[in-house]
């Protein structure tokens, strides 16, 4: 099991993209079964609800997805216009729109210019081909700096995926699309749970600023008959994810630390979960490690606000740049001096409830002046 950042290396997908300014239109043709993982926000735009019920048999021939236009609150036209795209999709690619999935991100409340849509479709349906997934990732992009790409390259087959997602990141289905493919034949059951698996432990653990988007979407396409995924085909969906949401993470808006938070020690997985998401939760936390101040206070006033009992005598909290470790609280004794420069570019958390032997890692970043910037600028 091998993994390769930055390269989409898959049978049976070809795909293309384009951008302009804001505006990205991407195309990607793949056949078979298919699964998705959407959005938990009570105000899901339009076209997850149209993908959703294009989903229920199970199948996909292809998704089409734009940038710079969410289409969400955008109500009756917003669910026309999500239609219109996946038939525009299908035209392109022979097939029914019941078939094709479609994704928007971008600013919610407005109309999509579906002029725009059909000249941009145009072009890229001219440039489909095997190589066109990097310029399907950047067609995607928002406020992300880089491309997110990955392949998971296993003795017989490979997945594939690419994500976007900077911002409006949270551990509820972080504004956050990923695409995903296996050259080789799952069933449809067994691609769902591996999917919904995958998702909560990586895009469920990754934390940017704790808004979850009206638009995020997952999904998976299983574009091969020809040969079986073996026994660890799960895993190697759940690596493929991880690496994404890691992605994710350091790319988050604004970011100048990555941070990755690992909870051991707890009776029960959830519990484990739910301090991770709220360590990288807190707005004290992320602007500590901004400043590069190892106030692990702000940690432990994050523990004990996860909803979990905790006892402090139990409790153990270590900061590690990757290289030292160094521990700052051990059960019921702070450390009075900790190392400023233990905080760099990227921090490790480490947590250890003292109480059983679950454990469980989260993905996020700092908080700067750039992404109050970045967002108190995003619609000018």
């Not at 066109?132 to 087959?157: C, F, L, P």
């Not at 690419?162 to 949270?170: C, E």
């Not at 691609?191 to 600023?209: G, I, Q, Y």
């Amino acid at each position: 099991m091998k993994i390769v950042r930055g390269v989409f290396r898959t049978q049976n997908v070809i795909s293309a993209g384009v951008k302009e300014g804001k505006h990205g239109l991407a195309l990607i043709k793949a056949s078979g079964t298919s699964a998705g993982v959407f959005t938990t926000n009570a105000l899901p735009a339009a076209p997850v609800r149209v993908t959703k019920d294009h989903l229920s048999d199970g199948y996909l021939d292809g998704i089409i997805a734009n940038s710079g236009c969410a289409n969400a609150m955008t109500g009756e036209r917003g669910l026309r216009d999500a239609e219109k795209m996946c038939e525009i999709a299908a035209e392109i690619f022979g097939t029914s729109p019941n078939n094709i999935g479609v994704a928007s991100t971008g600013v919610i409340g407005k109309y999509l210019d579906m002029e725009l849509i059909k000249s941009q479709s145009k072009i890229v349906a001219t440039k489909l081909g095997p190589e066109g997934m990097k310029d399907v990732a950047r067609a995607i992009m928002t406020t992300d700096t880089k491309e997110k790409i990955v392949t998971i390259e296993m003795d017989d087959y490979r997945i594939a995926g690419i994500a976007k997602g900077a911002g409006m990141i949270a551990p509820r289905m972080a504004t956050m699309l990923s695409f995903l493919y296996v050259d080789a034949n799952v069933t449809r059951k067994r691609l769902e749970k591996a999917l919904r698996d995958a998702v909560d432990d990586s895009f469920n653990m990754v934390v940017v600023d704790a808004d979850t988007s009206t638009n995020d979407t997952v999904l998976i396409t299983s574009t091969s008959e020809e040969r079986e995924v073996d026994e660890n085909f799960e895993k190697a969906l759940k690596l493929a994810c991880v690496e994404l949401a890691k992605m994710i993470a350091e790319d988050g808006e604004g970011a100048t630390a990555f941070i990755e938070v690992i909870v051991k020690g707890a009776k029960k997985s959830e519990e484990a979960k739910r301090v991770c998401r709220s360590v990288l939760s807190s707005p004290l936390v992320k602007t500590a490690v901004f400043g590069r101040d190892p106030n692990w206070g702000r940690i432990a006033c994050a523990i004990g606000n996860a909803g979990v009992e905790i006892d402090e005598n139990l409790l153990s909290i270590s900061l590690s740049d990757g290289a030292r470790t160094i521990t700052v609280y051990e059960k019921g004794k702070p450390k009075d001096e900790v190392d400023r420069g233990i905080i760099g570019e990227k921090l490790f958390i480490i947590i250890d409830l003292g109480k059983g032997n679950e454990e469980a890692r989260a993905w996020g970043c700092d908080m700067s002046y750039d992404y109050v910037k970045i967002n108190a600028e995003y619609t000018t």
